[in-house]
């Protein structure tokens, strides 16, 4: 596609409840980043997925979180019984994934996830 | 621990006026810095990016400015237009894959009339 997109763009959800974030990246980039964006706050790395590698999974504040790419595509953040604290904006870019560190990120227009 | 910083974290102008945007940094091993601008519900949007050897680079009517002895770089918008209101997100990446970004708390500008 044109640009990177998510699903959905807003997601009010009870406490307790498991939620799905979807990220579809520009068609052919291979470099997939999940991050986090609280009220106020700055940007949070979660994930990143490069090709076939093993994603770095360092940003992932507790094991309730997971993500998974698909097909080197498509890419799911999963929250599992989510808390008030996990509310923010879960932002998704996508990168070509050959230019090193760095390399330009282009990014979704986030998902406002509301934990009540 | 690599950080960004940035200052101020807040700023109103009246449309027309230039503004200064601060950041200092302490990631190493340092590969480039990035300004990023992100309208109210939308994503960020990369406006420069500079490498260890380049001290200036522009867009349109912005410019960014980068120090890598004192490790700070600013982001100059001259005349100030309503659209500028956002904020601004400073970027700095380190040599290593994987997590390689470090991102600023950022700087939200508002122009008014």
Redesign the interface.
């Given at each position: 596609g044109a640009g990177?997109s998510q699903s959905p763009s807003n997601k009010v959800t009870e406490k307790g409840k498991d939620v799905e974030l979807r990220c579809d990246p520009i068609s052919g980039h291979t470099a997939l980043y999940w991050?986090r964006q609280s009220l106020g706050?700055?940007?949070?790395?979660l994930i990143?997925f490069?090709g076939n590698s093993a994603p770095?999974k360092?940003?992932l504040p507790s094991d309730r979180f997971s993500a998974e790419r698909t097909g080197g595509s498509v890419s799911t953040l999963t929250i599992q019984r989510t808390q008030q604290e996990d509310s923010a904006v879960y932002?998704c870019?996508s990168s070509l994934g050959v230019g090193?560190?760095?390399e330009?990120?282009y990014?979704?227009?986030?998902t406002r996830l509301l934990v009540l | 621990k690599n950080q960004v910083e940035q200052s101020p974290q807040s700023l109103i102008i009246l449309e027309g006026k230039n503004c200064t945007l601060q950041c200092n940094y302490t990631v190493s091993p340092f590969?480039?810095l990035?300004w990023y601008k992100q309208d109210t519900?939308?994503?960020?949007?990369?406006l420069t990016?500079m490498t260890f050897s380049e001290n200036t680079k522009s867009n349109g009517r912005y410019t960014a400015t980068l120090d890598a002895d004192t490790k700070q770089s600013s982001l100059h918008i001259t005349a100030s237009q309503l659209s500028d209101s956002a904020s601004y997100?400073c970027?700095v990446?380190?040599?290593?894959?994987?997590?390689?970004?470090t991102?600023?708390?950022?700087t939200r500008l508002m122009v008014k009339p």
């Open positions: 990177v991050y706050q700055g940007l949070e790395f990143y490069q770095d360092s940003g932002l870019a090193g560190p760095g330009t990120q990014f979704g227009p986030g | 590969s480039n990035r519900g939308r994503g960020p949007v990369s990016i997100i970027v990446s380190a040599m290593h894959a994987g997590n390689m970004l991102f600023g708390g950022g």
